[in-house]
């Protein structure tokens, strides 16, 4: 609670410096006054990290590139020595790194130099002992992300380079058949991980201590790419990253994070792009988005967990990127039982006739949590396969189990989002007698459209010159 009472005064005093004065209250609809000067304010607060120019590269340490050689103690050691230091650069060069999962410690930026590719190892017992990490918005102990940082600060992942998780060995516990590595077949389909999802969705429940909720070896709970735990002053900047395992940029509980310039190219199951969980100020730019499941999705916590730790997700950014493939642009949930406030969408591009929504917000009775304060604008659209924007507050297959959690969906704006093509300019389903509320569409336009709307328990969606097939429309 500390670091969250810090982090209002630093905003507030960011405000005050800048003669801006930001109320969280605009109306009784419940709008901010001034929006993008609040984003603005949030962007003072999320500060460059700076390293110290001492360069540690990992071929002094033994490594070598030959895509071959296990570099993973190599790549240890530059790390430790790295911050016993004081920090600075671990350095990778040009060549192909085979490594397990990397460590990272605070105040060290891992430096992959373009022409450089840390290739992660299939080899699954590389990846234990057992973390504290998360699946699907549930606390675990379970194997190591690809890259993990727990309880650091100023960690950085920099350069030109590529990390290639190699994830096909793993996406066949998500119990479908894919391609493995060596493009051959995936034959063991008995191991999926739908027992164990089952299992620890249970002990979630039960509310069971995380010392007991133990996976890893014998188990098939698919590992995220890179998550920074309970960190502060997170960057990603200018990396290619492929083939990840699940989830591929997942801080969770984390403050000050930015990831600007990075390309995703990963579409396996569960691939998410970038899944900030239980973050406060996170800024994601100029990325370049081509997954397997949704581009950015935007969570905290799943049912009871994310209820018990109580860690919304809050002051997000995305601006500039490119979303292709994928679920959805821009996606809220489903894991958001901790709620998400204060989400700021501008100058983004989607487009794909892959890309099934541009704006996305999911929930159920269930995982529950409130969604609100939603900011979009200046998004173009050329094509998506279903809607512009869809709230779905049945969502997934356990919207057939009802649930006392009702999820909330309130306050959220668009303006100057034009979309080229798509089924519906906007669907969306709420709880009978706890309708989604304020939504504003404004200045938007939607060609192409098959059918102009849907909406069922969704109460007044305001539109202020809103076009649907070149027609104004209004409710």
């Known amino acids: 609670m500390k670091h969250f009472i810090y982090l209002f005064f630093l905003v507030f005093f960011a405000c005050q410096n800048s ?20 984003m603005d304010s949030i962007l003072n607060v999320i500060q460059p990290i700076i390293f110290p120019d001492t360069v540690f590269n990992i071929s002094y340490f033994g490594a070598v590139g030959d895509g071959k050689t296990d570099c993973s103690e190599a790549i240890k050691n530059a790390i430790v020595a790295c911050h016993d230091a004081g920090g600075g650069k671990v350095e990778i060069d040009s060549g192909s ?34 973390v504290h990490t998360r699946f699907e918005g549930m606390e675990c102990m379970n194997y190591s ?5 727990y309880k650091q600060s100023n960690i950085a992942i920099t350069g030109k380079g590529k990390i290639d998780g190699q994830g096909e060995v793993w996406w066949h516990w998500k119990g479908q058949r894919f391609k493995s590595v060596d ?11 739908n027992d164990d999802v089952a299992l620890l969705t249970q002990m979630v429940e039960d509310n069971m201590p995380l010392e007991q909720r133990v996976f890893g070896e014998g188990h098939y709970l698919r590992s995220s790419f890179i998550q920074p735990y309970l960190c502060t002053n997170v960057l990603i ?6 083939r990840a395992p699940m989830w591929i940029i997942h801080p969770v509980l984390s403050e000050n994070v930015t990831v600007r310039k990075v390309k995703i190219e990963s579409l396996g199951p569960n691939n998410d792009g970038c899944d900030p969980e239980c973050c406060t100020n996170v800024l994601i730019d100029s990325c370049y988005f081509n997954t397997g499941d949704d581009c950015i999705a935007i969570k905290s916590g799943r049912n009871n967990d994310g209820r018990r730790v109580g860690v919304p997700s809050k002051n997000i950014i995305v601006q500039n990127c490119m979303m292709v493939e994928g679920h959805g642009g821009v996606v809220m949930g489903s894991e958001i039982s901790g709620n998400v406030s204060h989400v700021f969408v501008k100058n983004c591009i989607m487009d794909s006739p892959n890309l099934e929504r541009a704006i996305r917000i999911k929930s159920n009775t269930l995982r529950g949590g409130t969604v609100e304060h939603i900011y979009v ?20 297959i356990y919207a057939q189990s009802t649930g006392n959690n009702i999820p909330i969906v309130r306050n959220v704006y668009m303006e100057n989002v034009n979309s080229q093509k798509s089924k519906y300019g906007y669907w969306i389903k709420g709880i009978e007698n706890h309708p989604v509320s304020g939504i504003y ?7 192409n459209v098959d059918e102009k709307y849907f909406s069922e328990n969704a109460g007044e969606v305001s539109m202020n010159r809103v076009k649907i097939n070149e027609e104004y429309i209004s409710n």
């Open 145 to 149: 992300p690809l890259i993990y940082a």
């Open 441 to 447: 569409l404004k200045n938007c336009s939607f060609n």
């Open 97 to 130: 790194w085979l490594t397990g999962p990397i460590k990272l410690k605070s105040n060290v930026n891992l430096h992959i130099n373009e022409g450089a590719t840390v290739l992660f190892t299939t080899d699954k017992s590389k990846y234990l002992p057992n």
């Open 19 to 38: 003669n801006t004065k930001v109320n969280n209250l605009a109306d009784d609809n419940g709008l901010l006054e001034n929006p993008w000067e609040y």
């Open 183 to 193: 493009q051959e077949s995936t034959t063991n389909l008995d191991e999926s991980q």
């Open 237 to 242: 900047e200018g990396i290619t990253i492929v």
């Open 377 to 396: 604008r200046d998004i173009e659209v050329k094509q998506v396969k279903e809607a512009v924007l869809k709230i779905n507050m049945h969502y997934g």
